[in-house]
């Protein structure tokens, strides 16, 4: 593949056009098929007129940018290599893995990704069951065990792993990366410190203890309900969905994961009884810290001002999502610390502009 992309890349240089724009080199439809014809045979399939317009940037010249274009094929190549490579994991061979499929594919990945070089080998089991979570909870959110090939291929996170091969990373992509070795280590961290009886799984009352604290008992016991349990206790694999559920709230596959437990009456839509469920443990909450009571009412005329629901009487979850709002809705039903900042929101704001100021 070097020798095909710096054969490319030559070819690129050689026919360019001046003037550059900016530090960019540039190249015209002409040069762009002359480069087809010497290129080698396979490079044929990425001088279609159809890539040229897209890549086109209203250049005073009609010329496009040769490293967009170069950019172009090395992705389509990466793609096109990346297929054949989890192709050899789809053991069935229709195009979909399963999750022993994926574990498979990262578990052999590891030592190829530098940035995971300081793992400890009796960790990879853990840190495969991270990455490979984040794929099927974004992309099974139906729970079938299996997803395509093509979804992998084009949703971010295979890019978020692969970034992996850099040598060096910056904290702050390591920190926003959730297949990085620090951000699977805090989570995995952050697991074992709420495991207080060190038995490997989570209760009830050990997950209380979860983010801030400040969760109800009325959601979570709805979680243990609702999600996969052991003998009433959370494993990892469940721990990591309802992790990636709280840390996304806005994706709508983190918003069915919480609708199906605020649906408390499995009635497929959210209604005064369902708010007032999960309101009243808020409630009770502020008031043992003296805070000033809120009517239900105006709760939920807030709640349904905000979604605007089709029927007026109820709230679907694709209402929450196509409201923008699902996540505030999430926060004000479930969490203490969600709810004080939807009240205070006002405040907040104003501090932030004389901070600025």
Request: proline share 3%.
């Amino acid at each position: 593949m070097m020798n095909f992309m710096y054969e490319l890349w030559n070819l690129l240089e050689k026919h360019s056009v001046p003037p550059p724009n900016g530090d960019e080199q540039m190249i015209d439809y002409e040069g762009f098929l002359k480069v087809k014809e010497e290129a080698v045979s396979k490079c044929s399939q990425f001088f279609k007129p159809i890539t040229y317009a897209k890549l086109f940037q209203k250049d005073r010249f009609g010329r496009i940018s040769i490293m967009q274009f170069f950019n172009y094929v090395m992705r389509k190549v990466w793609l096109y290599q990346t297929r054949i490579g989890l192709s050899l994991y789809d053991v069935a061979g229709q195009g979909f893995l399963r999750e022993s499929d994926l574990e498979n594919y990262i578990l052999e990945l590891i030592p190829t990704l530098p940035q995971l070089d300081g793992l400890e080998k009796n960790f990879y089991s853990f840190y495969v069951c991270t990455a490979v979570r984040k794929f099927f909870f974004f992309l099974d959110p139906m729970r079938t065990g299996k997803i395509k090939i093509q979804d992998v291929l084009s949703c971010s996170f295979l890019d978020d792993l692969l970034e992996l091969r850099d040598d060096v990373l910056s904290k702050d992509k390591q920190e926003s990366n959730w297949f990085s070795a620090p951000s699977a280590l805090r989570v995995y961290g952050q697991y074992l410190n709420l495991d207080n009886d060190h038995n490997g799984m989570l209760s009830k009352e050990e997950l209380k203890r979860y983010g801030t604290g400040t969760l109800t008992n009325t959601f979570l016991d709805r979680v243990f309900q609702e999600c996969l349990t052991y003998e009433g206790e959370m494993d990892y694999k469940t721990y990591l969905d309802f992790v990636l559920a709280l840390e996304n709230k806005k994706e709508p596959q983190s918003l069915q994961y919480l609708f199906k437990i605020l649906d408390v009456q499995h009635n497929g839509y959210l209604n005064t009884f369902a708010i007032n469920y999960f309101f009243r443990a808020i409630q009770k909450e502020m008031d043992k810290h003296g805070h000033e009571k809120v009517l239900l009412h105006d709760l939920k005329d807030e709640i349904f001002d905000m979604v605007k629901p089709a029927d007026n009487m109820k709230i679907t979850l694709q209402d929450l999502i196509n409201s923008g709002q699902g996540d505030t809705v999430v926060n004000i039903l479930i969490d203490v610390n969600g709810f004080l900042t939807y009240e205070n929101r006002e405040l907040l704001v104003m501090e932030e502009k004389d901070e600025v100021i």
